[in-house]
């Protein structure tokens, strides 16, 4: 497994894992997008294409997450 697919995994992991925190509302939506590191706005956008598209549209999420990765 490359360094870049390894990273797409966790930012998958990381999306899902907020996702359901926030489903449970464990979470607001703009604590969501904290963690992720990126704006509420955009949160829900990947909330909007996820519920559509299902898990294989969090590989399509722009680079804006990788900020926060450690």
């Given amino acids: ?9 966790i930012r998958i992991m990381r999306f899902t894992e907020t996702y ?4 449970r509302r464990d979470l607001t939506q703009e604590e969501a997008g ?3 590191g990126v704006n509420v706005r955009t949160f829900r956008r990947y ?3 996820y519920e559509e598209k ?3 549209v969090c590989r399509t999420f722009p680079k804006d997450m990788r900020r926060y990765e450690a």
């Fill in 1 to 9: 497994m490359n360094q870049t697919h390894l990273l797409q995994e």
């Fill in 47 to 49: 909330i909007h294409r």
């Fill in 20 to 23: 359901e925190r926030w489903k």
């Fill in 54 to 56: 299902g898990l294989g």
């Fill in 34 to 36: 904290d963690i992720l």
